[in-house]
């Protein structure tokens, strides 16, 4: 079943017809990605996830990793698709030429991302996960590291990780314990332990990279005294692979993603663990945060995969299930209909395209920011950077949390058959859940969203945010997005208002009254974002509806507009609930006695 999990055509509709994303040629750096180029990748991408991923989705949650005599064994089809990313250059995509790359923007990257998410996560988890480790490597490592590290990982022969969380220290990393001392010869032993660490070991690579937080003898306490490493499972010496002390003493049974493993490690128990430092000391964080943000938007990207794939398998479910008759059909001898005649069901499918091509032509805008604010160069730059950092924990949050809902209705599509193993939804209802949890909780973001991003620079990134809806407001010129836009607009300027309210209560109250509700913060700053890039879809799609002759590109934009007042009609009153408690005086959980919840 779902031999469909995501559409090109909606890609490429984003792509082109929504971000005209080969307007990113005016940059010297990205001057070779025309139409064309973005055509032929997403193509080898989807390739590549036809064949070495999706084939395997299901197979790896059945016959799952487990560890056994100290190694942990993953099912053959890892190896396989790790390996077929990397030869397409997509570890090293982001690479300059002379560097072995392809001067690719994340853009394009991020875009085949989704397909291979929707695909396979457990696999593409892997190989993305390593691209960010050589990236950290690529941007602060010395020359001796990058030249050690940087082939065997972009050519799929090793794994890289990211490894941050610590028994006592999760997202405080304030409280992080492992740690570092120079031994004199360049090298630092290192000793923790460190939990969670998804890909942190696998017999499908050869070795495998920690790219480690840890703090070096003497260094301040807090943030500011953290360092980052490069701890490998083996490391070279006379030209072999040797043994680094880094001791896998478990990874965890998992509520889904069971091809994707997370690994307890122990580093230094034997006095014989050697890291390797990346940049300068006491800088580590602020390097980690560059693999943070890509890791954020990749947690995004992942959940609107597998929210892809979810929504693609129930419609075509409700195209084939017969069941029931319209309320009108009194005749019971009338033939049934496929339930996607039912308008409950209907609804249901447009929540599910709402959550996923939102979520989708959402993050693809935030890439291009990024782009933007890579290679960019004055105003155009800097704007784009301050509004891709607001965009970030929406970019991450908003997949995440809906991709749950979003998987739900689509189980909910299937009925009893939903609930079972004999079709995939069950899968991915478990296999979404973790994204919410992963790169930092909705609460983690809503924190960073409201209590960093909105106030910071005297809210120059919420002053562009609300600049940029409303240009989009003003560009709407059809008749559906007309009516949109005036929506949005109301809902822009009752979230500013909102945002004025909370930020007097900053000044006013303190900083505990002030973030009590910042997730609830976040999830009304969602629903209008995903709102203004609903926006953007509903001009585009008005815009194709009156230049095309196709009847099947005209079921296309109608479809997308039908999305758009879906969204705006459905999801977007949501926004008066939160809209309502964050303007109210009560204070229900400060105030809150622990005594009174247990």
Same mark, same amino acid.
């Given at each position: 079943?779902?031999?469909?999990?995501?559409?090109?055509?909606?890609?490429?509709?984003?792509?082109?017809?929504?971000?005209?994303?080969?307007?990113?040629?005016?940059?010297?750096?990205?001057?070779?990605?025309?139409?064309?180029?973005?055509?032929?990748?997403?193509?080898?991408?989807?390739?590549?996830?036809?064949?070495?991923?999706?084939?395997?989705?299901?197979?790896?949650?059945?016959?799952?990793?487990?560890?056994?005599?100290?190694?942990?064994?993953?099912?053959?089809?890892?190896?396989?698709?790790?390996?077929?990313?990397?030869?397409?250059?997509?570890?090293?995509?982001?690479?300059?030429?002379?560097?072995?790359?392809?001067?690719?923007?994340?853009?394009?990257?991020?875009?085949?991302?989704?397909?291979?998410?929707?695909?396979?996560?457990?696999?593409?988890?892997?190989?993305?996960?390593?691209?960010?480790?050589?990236?950290?490597? %690529?941007?602060? @490592?010395?020359?001796?590291?990058?030249? #050690? =590290?940087?082939? !065997?990982?972009?050519?799929? &022969?090793?794994? /890289? +990780?990211?490894?941050?969380?610590?028994?006592?220290?999760?997202?405080?990393?304030?409280?992080?314990?492992?740690?570092?001392?120079?031994?004199?010869?360049?090298?630092?032993?290192?000793?923790?332990?460190?939990?969670?660490?998804?890909?942190?070991?696998?017999?499908?690579?050869?070795?495998?990279?920690?790219?480690?937080?840890?703090?070096?003898?003497?260094?301040?306490?807090?943030?500011?005294?953290?360092?980052?490493?490069?701890?490998?499972?083996?490391?070279?010496?006379?030209?072999?692979?040797?043994?680094?002390?880094?001791?896998?003493?478990?990874?965890?049974?998992?509520?889904?993603?069971?091809?994707?493993?997370?690994?307890?490690?122990?580093?230094?128990?034997?006095?014989?663990?050697?890291? %390797?430092?990346? @940049?300068?000391?006491?800088?580590?964080? #602020? =390097?980690?945060? !560059?693999?943070?943000?890509? &890791?954020?938007? /990749? +947690?995004?990207?992942?959940?609107?995969?597998?929210?892809?794939?979810?929504?693609?398998?129930?419609?075509?479910?409700?195209?084939?299930?017969?069941?029931?008759?319209?309320?009108?059909?009194?005749?019971?001898?009338?033939?049934?209909?496929?339930?996607?005649?039912?308008?409950?069901?209907?609804?249901?499918?447009?929540y599910q395209r709402a959550i996923v091509e939102g979520s989708i032509g959402f993050l693809m805008f935030c890439s291009r920011l990024s782009d933007v604010a890579s290679v960019g160069s004055g105003q155009e730059k800097t704007d784009a950077n301050n509004l891709f950092e607001i965009l970030t924990p929406i970019a991450k949050s908003y997949p995440a949390e809906w991709g749950n809902f979003s998987v739900s209705q689509a189980m909910q599509t299937l009925g009893g058959a939903g609930y079972t193993d004999d079709f995939p939804i069950e899968q991915m209802y478990r296999d979404i859940r973790v994204n919410a949890i992963y790169e930092g909780t909705t609460g983690i973001h809503g924190l960073d969203l409201l209590g960093r991003k909105v106030v910071s620079g005297n809210g120059i990134s919420f002053k562009l945010f609300i600049e940029a809806i409303q240009k989009t407001a003003a560009r709407a010129t059809g008749d559906h997005g007309k009516k949109l836009a005036q929506l949005l607009l109301y809902e822009a300027k009752s979230l500013h208002e909102c945002t004025l309210h909370l930020t007097g209560l900053a000044a006013k109250e303190g900083p505990d009254v002030f973030l009590a509700d910042a997730t609830l913060y976040l999830e009304y700053f969602a629903l209008v974002t995903i709102g203004w890039q609903w926006l953007e879809q509903c001009i585009a799609a008005e815009k194709g509806l009156e230049q095309t002759g196709s009847s099947s590109d005209k079921d296309f934009y109608q479809g997308k507009i039908q999305t758009a007042r879906f969204y705006f009609h459905y999801e977007i009153p949501k926004t008066r609930s939160r809209h309502m408690t964050l303007m109210g005086n009560e204070k229900i959980t400060l105030e809150t006695k622990k005594e009174e919840i247990q």
């Amino acid at each position: 079943m779902a031999d469909q999990y995501v559409s090109i055509r909606n890609l490429n509709f984003i792509l082109h017809e929504v971000l005209n994303i080969s307007s990113l040629s005016k940059f010297d750096y990205y001057k070779d990605y025309d139409k064309d180029s973005w055509d032929m990748a997403l193509q080898a991408a989807k390739d590549i996830g036809d064949k070495h991923l999706f084939p395997s989705y299901r197979i790896m949650d059945k016959e799952k990793a487990y560890f056994k005599d100290g190694k942990v064994w993953t099912h053959p089809a890892l190896k396989e698709g790790i390996r077929a990313i990397a030869e397409g250059g997509w570890i090293s995509s982001h690479q300059s030429y002379e560097d072995g790359g392809q001067q690719m923007p994340s853009t394009m990257v991020n875009a085949a991302q989704v397909i291979w998410y929707a695909a396979n996560a457990n696999i593409s988890s892997h190989a993305f996960l390593t691209q960010g480790a050589a990236n950290l490597i %690529y941007s602060f @490592g010395s020359k001796e590291l990058q030249d #050690s =590290y940087l082939g !065997q990982l972009t050519s799929g &022969a090793w794994q /890289g +990780t990211m490894a941050l969380t610590e028994p006592d220290a999760g997202s405080s990393l304030s409280d992080l314990t492992s740690s570092a001392e120079e031994q004199g010869d360049g090298t630092y032993k290192i000793l923790g332990q460190k939990i969670y660490i998804s890909g942190g070991d696998t017999l499908a690579v050869d070795n495998v990279v920690h790219l480690t937080l840890a703090r070096i003898k003497g260094a301040p306490d807090g943030t500011r005294g953290i360092s980052l490493f490069v701890v490998p499972k083996f490391r070279s010496e006379n030209g072999d692979l040797v043994g680094n002390d880094v001791i896998t003493a478990g990874i965890y049974g998992k509520m889904g993603q069971k091809g994707y493993v997370a690994t307890h490690l122990m580093m230094g128990e034997n006095e014989n663990c050697h890291g %390797y430092l990346v @940049g300068e000391p006491n800088k580590g964080l #602020s =390097y980690m945060f !560059q693999m943070m943000n890509e &890791a954020r938007i /990749g +947690t995004g990207l992942l959940a609107a995969g597998t929210a892809s794939a979810a929504y693609y398998a129930s419609l075509q479910y409700a195209n084939e299930r017969v069941q029931g008759r319209l309320p009108s059909q009194k005749n019971p001898l009338s033939p049934p209909i496929k339930i996607i005649e039912h308008a409950d069901v209907k609804r249901m499918l447009l929540y599910q395209r709402a959550i996923v091509e939102g979520s989708i032509g959402f993050l693809m805008f935030c890439s291009r920011l990024s782009d933007v604010a890579s290679v960019g160069s004055g105003q155009e730059k800097t704007d784009a950077n301050n509004l891709f950092e607001i965009l970030t924990p929406i970019a991450k949050s908003y997949p995440a949390e809906w991709g749950n809902f979003s998987v739900s209705q689509a189980m909910q599509t299937l009925g009893g058959a939903g609930y079972t193993d004999d079709f995939p939804i069950e899968q991915m209802y478990r296999d979404i859940r973790v994204n919410a949890i992963y790169e930092g909780t909705t609460g983690i973001h809503g924190l960073d969203l409201l209590g960093r991003k909105v106030v910071s620079g005297n809210g120059i990134s919420f002053k562009l945010f609300i600049e940029a809806i409303q240009k989009t407001a003003a560009r709407a010129t059809g008749d559906h997005g007309k009516k949109l836009a005036q929506l949005l607009l109301y809902e822009a300027k009752s979230l500013h208002e909102c945002t004025l309210h909370l930020t007097g209560l900053a000044a006013k109250e303190g900083p505990d009254v002030f973030l009590a509700d910042a997730t609830l913060y976040l999830e009304y700053f969602a629903l209008v974002t995903i709102g203004w890039q609903w926006l953007e879809q509903c001009i585009a799609a008005e815009k194709g509806l009156e230049q095309t002759g196709s009847s099947s590109d005209k079921d296309f934009y109608q479809g997308k507009i039908q999305t758009a007042r879906f969204y705006f009609h459905y999801e977007i009153p949501k926004t008066r609930s939160r809209h309502m408690t964050l303007m109210g005086n009560e204070k229900i959980t400060l105030e809150t006695k622990k005594e009174e919840i247990q």
